[in-house]
T-cell receptor
């Protein structure tokens, strides 16, 4: 079945540094990928929609200059947390949808998530 | 705005026990409702869904009925197994491709033999 791979699964970084998280669709091409964030004991929230070959679409309240998204190919989207601070510590998850088959919608496939801790 | 509230965990049950994980939502109109499951070390997977009132979603012995009158979508299973141990997320969506999901906080379920 369709697989979405996310890397790294966890990362610890110092305050002020940048961290890049990769999301790959392993056996299908995804023109659109989605990035979510979950703070401890809170809901998983959609951050942005990553569009291959064009700018990402950010949800209200998400700083696009802080969370840089690049979708350079049909199988890879990256999320870079720039100048990370402790309040950016969270669980980040990506998802992608395999192409439609026979006009039927296919479910979203999620990566395993990345636990980011900023010290 | 839209929101999803699900029972806080963790929930610990013995094998073969009856499971209910409550989920209620706040939304206008008629969203689609979902349950996602995340097994240890894996990504979120769609468990079941319902797209209109009174629909029942079912999969792997789990069921949930879309109740508009109570704005609920409770997850149930008659006899749980150790392999059901996971984190369960209730979610809703209005968008065409169901990408813009609004999730609950997740409920961690542990089944002991």
């Amino acid at each position: 079945g369709a697989v979405v791979s996310q890397h790294p699964s966890w990362v610890i970084c110092k305050s002020g540094t940048s961290v890049k998280i990769e999301c790959r669709s392993l056996d299908f091409q995804a023109t659109t990928m989605f990035w979510y964030r979950q703070f401890p004991k809170q809901s998983l929230m959609l951050m942005a929609t990553s569009n291959e070959g064009s700018k990402a679409t950010y949800e209200q309240g998400v700083e696009k200059d802080k969370f840089l998204i690049n979708h350079a190919s049909l199988t890879l989207s990256t999320l870079t947390v720039t100048s990370a601070h402790p309040e950016d510590s969270s669980f980040y998850i990506c998802s992608a949808r395999p192409p439609l088959k026979g006009g039927l919608g296919s479910p979203l496939h999620f990566g395993n998530g990345t636990r980011l801790t900023v010290t | 705005g839209n929101s999803v509230t699900q029972m806080e965990g963790p929930v610990t049950l013995s094998e073969e026990a009856f499971l209910t994980i409550n989920c209620t939502y706040t939304a206008t109109g008629y969203p689609s409702l979902f349950w996602y499951v995340q097994y240890p070390g894996e990504g979120l997977q769609l468990l079941l869904k319902a797209t209109k009132a009174d629909d029942k979603g079912s999969n792997k012995g789990f069921e949930a009925t879309y109740r508009k009158e109570t704005t609920s979508f409770h997850l149930e299973k008659g006899s749980v197994q150790v392999s059901d141990s996971a984190v369960y997320f209730c979610a809703l969506s209005y968008s065409f491709g169901n990408e813009k999901l609004t999730f609950g906080t997740g409920t961690r379920l542990t089944i002991i033999p």
